[in-house]
């Protein structure tokens, strides 16, 4: 296509909504008419469907659960009056409580005002916070943030070494929906052990948000904890960034939670539109089905030119993996769907893997993330009429370019700067077209079945372990893994054994492994 096609079709394609500032072009996704035509009766029950899911249809089948997120930033939406009541007070009571927080009207009892937060979770509970607390946190907030999202006993050492000397103003937000996740579990019970050293009162410093109800609720009300938020049954992990899940984090930080809320909303409105031109989460779900062929073939690779913006890829990566990687439609057939997502930030990752995206395999798509203001204020020049923001957006354009060049497809959002009101829309907009492309592909886009069987193996790996402690004890004489599996019933686990002992040696948890390390079936067992 020659350069006078290549702006018509710019402009043909190009979508924009003048209340946020905000462009979605997708005029370098090589898609036709004909593509668009056939496309058309997907779409059209891909809007009914949404319909459907916003008037509190059971969206999930298999949780047997609605799906609400929409509600959260337009609660007149909402099916009943109950839950409209139960979001808008919930709102209310954390801008309250945040601004008690913040002003010091609530401290710590040995200091007078709270300065940072450790705020554990994982998933859903975390990749929101991390997001927009890195995209969005003032220079100085009132109070910092910290997060453990993992149960990696090095990751949890490392924050509260280095809030040893503020754990005594230090708040801790345990996030879990369940209420039950392992992960979030270990680090509360670390955390509490740490407060506990210092002599300091867990209670004073934790706030739960979870579900009603769940065993972290529980364990908050008997304990007395600061406060309790509630996470509604009807928000799914993945899209609870505007729930209290994200907006507890993000108030404590003096972020604009309204301002959020205000700009998922416009952006729901955007995309309530049930027309593929002018609504922006369906040209996006579009492009995902042209590029991927409706099968996920080739990898959505996000690439915000904005450090401020680097963790969205991250947090992409779940909405749109977890949500789409499925085994079985909703028809029960087997399709292994989904669309594997990466991405950091350009231009930093032009030095690295862009390489391989220019010439290499072409297995991918590229979502560029433009945002239009470079800084707030005047930029110096680095050159006579050129600054460090004009190389940035050249090296934008010099890359969508040189990949269209060579048959890669890419789609470029257009923001006019990051705040509260854009990021609320950016989230809303893939909330939106990953549920439209769930419904393209016939998928529950609203559950994660998958994700249980590694929680089971683990789980079986750990009881495994008691096994194996069991045994070693009770026999107190040197033996070989394959004697330890037998006397645990458990020859046919001989490789998970093994991997046990080896990391209980490591750790010095009372098992000494002896003999030759390159040949496991030789070691010696003893407990010291
Ligand atoms: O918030 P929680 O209940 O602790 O769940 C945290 C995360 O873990 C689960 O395994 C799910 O796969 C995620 O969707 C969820 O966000």
């Given at each position: 296509m020659d350069a006078?096609a290549l702006?018509?079709r710019y402009?043909?394609w190009?979508?924009?909504?003048?209340?946020?500032?905000?462009?979605l072009d997708v005029s370098r996704m090589r898609f036709d008419?004909?593509f668009?035509?056939?496309?058309?009766?997907?779409?059209?029950?891909?809007?009914?469907?949404?319909?459907?899911?916003?008037?509190?249809?059971?969206?999930?089948?298999?949780?047997?659960?609605?799906?609400?997120?929409?509600?959260?930033?337009?609660?007149?939406?909402?099916?009943?009056?109950?839950?409209?009541?139960?979001?808008?007070?919930?709102?209310?009571?954390?801008?309250?409580?945040?601004?008690?927080?913040?002003?010091?009207?609530?401290?710590?009892?040995?200091?007078?005002?709270?300065?940072?937060?450790?705020?554990?979770?994982?998933?859903?509970?975390?990749l929101?916070?991390?997001f927009?607390?890195?995209?969005?946190?003032?220079?100085?907030?009132?109070?910092?943030?910290?997060?453990?999202?993992?149960?990696?006993?090095?990751?949890?050492?490392?924050?509260?070494?280095?809030?040893?000397?503020?754990?005594?103003?230090?708040?801790?937000?345990?996030?879990?929906?369940?209420?039950?996740?392992?992960?979030?579990?270990?680090?509360?019970?670390?955390?509490?052990?740490?407060?506990?050293?210092?002599?300091?009162?867990?209670?004073?410093?934790?706030?739960?948000?979870?579900?009603?109800?769940?065993?972290?609720?529980?364990?908050?009300?008997?304990?007395?904890?600061?406060?309790?938020?509630?996470?509604?049954?009807?928000?799914?992990?993945?899209?609870?960034?505007?729930?209290?899940?994200?907006?507890?984090?993000?108030?404590?930080?003096?972020?604009?939670?309204?301002?959020?809320?205000?700009?998922?909303?416009?952006?729901?409105?955007?995309?309530?539109?049930?027309?593929?031109?002018?609504?922006?989460?369906?040209l996006l779900a579009l492009s995902w089905y042209f590029s991927g062929n409706g099968k996920g073939e080739k990898d959505m690779v996000i690439l915000p030119y904005k450090d401020?913006l680097l963790l969205f890829s991250r947090y992409l990566q779940q909405l749109v993996m977890e949500s789409l990687g499925k085994?079985?439609?909703?028809?029960?057939?087997?399709v292994h769907q989904g669309i594997a997502v990466y991405g950091n930030k350009g231009s930093t990752d032009q030095h690295a893997y862009v390489q391989q995206l220019r010439e290499g395999v072409a297995n991918f798509f590229v979502t560029f993330i433009e945002v239009?203001?470079?800084?707030?204020?005047?930029?110096?020049?680095?050159?006579?009429?050129?600054?460090?923001?004009d190389y940035l957006s050249g090296f934008l354009q010099g890359t969508r370019q040189a990949l269209y060049e060579n048959q890669r497809d890419s789609v470029t959002v257009t923001?006019?700067?990051?705040?509260?009101?854009?990021?609320?829309?950016l989230?809303?907009?893939y909330?939106?077209a990953v549920?439209?492309y769930?419904?393209l592909v016939?998928?529950?886009?609203?559950?994660?079945?998958?994700?249980?069987?590694?929680?089971?193996?683990?789980?079986?790996?750990?009881?495994?372990?008691?096994?194996?402690?069991?045994?070693?004890?009770?026999?107190?004489?040197?033996?070989?893994?394959?004697?330890?599996?037998?006397?645990?019933?458990?020859?046919?686990?001989?490789?998970?054994?093994?991997?046990?002992?080896?990391?209980?040696?490591?750790?010095?948890?009372?098992?000494?492994?002896?003999?030759?390390?390159?040949?496991?079936?030789?070691?010696?067992?003893?407990?010291?």
């Open positions: 006078t702006w018509q402009q043909k190009l979508y924009f909504h003048e209340g946020l500032g905000f462009y008419d004909t668009v035509e056939a496309l058309q009766p997907k779409f059209e029950k891909a809007f009914a469907d949404m319909e459907e899911l916003e008037k509190g249809a059971i969206a999930n089948p298999d949780e047997n659960r609605m799906v609400g997120h929409y509600w959260l930033r337009n609660p007149s939406l909402a099916p009943t009056p109950e839950l409209q009541e139960e979001i808008v007070n919930t709102i209310e009571q954390i801008e309250t409580f945040a601004e008690k927080i913040r002003t010091g009207a609530i401290h710590p009892p040995k200091a007078s005002r709270f300065t940072d937060i450790i705020s554990i979770g994982i998933g859903g509970s975390a929101g916070p991390e927009v607390a890195q995209a969005l946190a003032p220079d100085f907030p009132p109070l910092g943030i910290h997060f453990i999202d993992n149960t990696d006993p090095a990751g949890i050492d490392r924050i509260l070494t280095h809030l040893r000397n503020r754990l005594s103003s230090t708040l801790v937000l345990v996030i879990s929906k369940s209420g039950g996740t392992p992960e979030p579990r270990n680090g509360m019970i670390e955390v509490k052990k740490a407060y506990a050293g210092q002599n300091l009162d867990f209670a004073n410093y934790a706030i739960a948000i979870t579900m009603p109800g769940s065993k972290l609720d529980e364990q908050a009300k008997s304990e007395g904890w600061l406060a309790r938020f509630p996470m509604f049954d009807w928000v799914g992990g993945r899209t609870s960034e505007l729930s209290a899940v994200g907006q507890v984090p993000a108030a404590l930080q003096g972020i604009d939670i309204r301002a959020m809320l205000e700009g998922a909303k416009e952006m729901d409105d955007a995309t309530r539109i049930p027309n593929i031109k002018q609504n922006p989460a369906a401020s085994e079985k439609d909703l028809d029960g057939n087997i239009l203001e470079d800084r707030k204020g005047q930029s110096p020049e680095i050159e006579t009429g050129v600054t460090s923001g923001i006019p700067q990051v705040n509260s009101r854009i990021v609320g829309a989230i809303a907009l909330e939106r549920g439209f769930g419904s016939n998928v529950n886009a609203y559950h994660q079945p998958g994700v249980e069987a590694g929680k089971k193996a683990a789980a079986a790996i750990l009881e495994l372990q008691k096994q194996v402690l069991e045994v070693i004890q009770t026999e107190k004489t040197s033996l070989s893994i394959e004697e330890i599996a037998q006397k645990a019933g458990a020859s046919d686990q001989i490789e998970a054994i093994y991997k046990i002992l080896r990391h209980l040696h490591a750790n010095q948890r009372g098992v000494v492994l002896h003999g030759d390390f390159g040949q496991p079936s030789s070691l010696k067992v003893s407990i010291t």
